[in-house]
């Protein structure tokens, strides 16, 4: 089954941010440092992913290209107004922090990384979905924590989450047929430092040294592809 892998990965996420709604009731100033470790942590995370990459030129055009798209069709201002809708809906355990602000980071955290990409690859192309059970555990673990300071908006990180696996896992198994396994290796390699460079973003966004539009600069996960391709043609 070439989505167990990936279920699995949502049940950890889902069952992480559900026990961390159960520890919200805690002193504000504990929230404070607890999300200031965290900013911290997420910045080190994306530290290492961004330090991927073999060709900074492929990170840098990504970059740009993704932040003119974001910021033409006001993607960030989509997201809050998405995350202000879901948010009407249920009951929030902690105003000062937004629905979408939790969406983004828990999806940023879990979606973007090699981690994502070879597990749900192997869970389509040889149905060895160990990597993404570890990737479950650690995932699980993660969303409990910010859960506790980020809120409700953790738990629909499992939507991106599943489409993006889901969709790797199932592709997997005509993908070598259409992308060379050397090329392969090497976007995974540029993605990973792209949105390792995101994830760093959102570290500085929590621990509030500055202010991001880091879904404006979502798009640039997408134009990775193409500026890699472009790259190697050079």
Known sequence: MALFGTIVNGICII????????????????????????????ILIGLQMALSTEAIIVVLLSLLTGAIIGEFIHLEEGINRAG???????????????VAQGFITASLVFVIGALSVIGALDGGLRGD???????????????????????????????PVFLYQGS?????????????????DGLIGELTAVGG??????????????????????PSILTVGGVYYVYLLF
């Open 15 to 42: 069952a992480g941010s559900l026990i961390g709604l159960f520890f919200t009731k805690i002193p504000e100033r504990y929230k404070e440092t607890v999300m200031h470790g965290i900013g911290l942590a997420v």
């Open 84 to 98: 202000d809708w879901i948010g009407s809906k249920f009951a929030t355990t902690n105003d000062n922090i937004s």
């Open 129 to 159: 979905h160990e990597v993404l059970i570890t990737k479950g555990v650690i995932d699980g673990f993660v969303a409990l924590v910010l859960t506790t300071t980020l809120g409700f908006g953790v738990i629909l990180s499992v939507v």
């Open 168 to 184: 790797i896992a199932l592709l997997a198994t005509q993908i070598t047929n259409w992308i060379p396994e050397s090329f392969l």
């Open 197 to 218: 460079l995101l994830i760093m973003a959102i570290g500085l966004n929590l621990l509030k040294i500055v202010q991001i539009r880091v879904g404006n600069l979502l």
